[in-house]
């Protein structure tokens, strides 16, 4: 089978995303089982200046969704980024992965060279080849903040392993 812009896109997103769930899910056994608030989880940032875990899973959804909505030309869901617990994360995450799934391939298929117009800061815009886009802004940004949040949640004692980040529960 042949690499396409759909499958290199749609399917990495929900296995990522999945694997994200499934950290949260195993944070929510941790959560439970030493007895402590979660919200030192919800709110933990690995340095002063990044954002708190809550934003690395919001960044992450939103990263996969916009991406695929702006090569598909097709409109996002919004979210108002106030989930503030582990549930609710995860339902974010669920939520996103469950668009992303009806994702039509066609809709992605043949855009490789697409004009993509994205906001870069308060201000400014960008504009990239859909493929391009892809590669070098949509996947590393997803890798980013979903790798942020397992660092963040092994640094604060969840037992997370290579495996989780790599096939998260198998399903």
Same mark, same amino acid.
């Given at each position: ?5 759909? *499958? $290199?896109s749609?399917?990495? /997103?929900?296995?990522?995303l999945?694997?994200l769930?499934?950290? =949260?899910?195993? $944070?929510?056994? &941790? %959560? *439970? *089982?030493?007895?402590? !608030?979660?919200?030192?989880? %919800?709110?933990f940032r690995?340095? #002063? &200046?990044?954002?708190? /875990? ?7 959804? +939103?990263?996969?969704?916009l991406?695929?909505a702006?090569?598909?030309?097709? !409109?996002?869901p919004?979210? &108002? ?6 549930? +609710? ?5 669920? $939520? ?7 994702? #039509? ?7 490789e ?6 906001? %870069?800061?308060? !201000?400014?815009? @960008? ?8 590669? *070098?802004l949509? =996947?590393?940004?997803?890798? /980013? ?8 949640? @092994?640094?604060?004692?969840? $037992?997370?392993?290579?495996? +989780? /980040? =790599?096939?998260?529960?198998? !399903?």
């Amino acid at each position: 089978m042949t690499i396409t812009l759909y *499958s $290199a896109s749609v399917p990495v /997103f929900i296995r990522t995303l999945n694997n994200l769930k499934h950290f =949260l899910q195993k $944070a929510q056994a &941790d %959560v *439970s *089982s030493r007895g402590y !608030d979660e919200q030192a989880l %919800v709110q933990f940032r690995l340095a #002063p &200046d990044m954002l708190p /875990f809550k934003s690395q899973i919001y960044i992450a959804c +939103d990263a996969a969704k916009l991406c695929a909505a702006r090569i598909g030309g097709l !409109d996002a869901p919004k979210h &108002d980024n106030i989930e503030n617990n582990l549930a +609710d994360l995860i339902a974010r995450i669920q $939520a996103t992965v469950e668009w992303l799934k009806n994702v #039509p391939t066609q809709a992605i298929e043949g855009q490789e060279t697409k004009q993509i117009t994205f906001p %870069v800061g308060k !201000d400014k815009t @960008r504009t990239m080849l859909a493929e391009d886009y892809l590669k *070098s802004l949509a =996947l590393p940004n997803v890798f /980013f903040h979903t790798t942020t949040a397992y660092a963040i949640l @092994r640094h604060n004692g969840v $037992a997370l392993g290579k495996i +989780d /980040f =790599l096939l998260g529960s198998g !399903d």
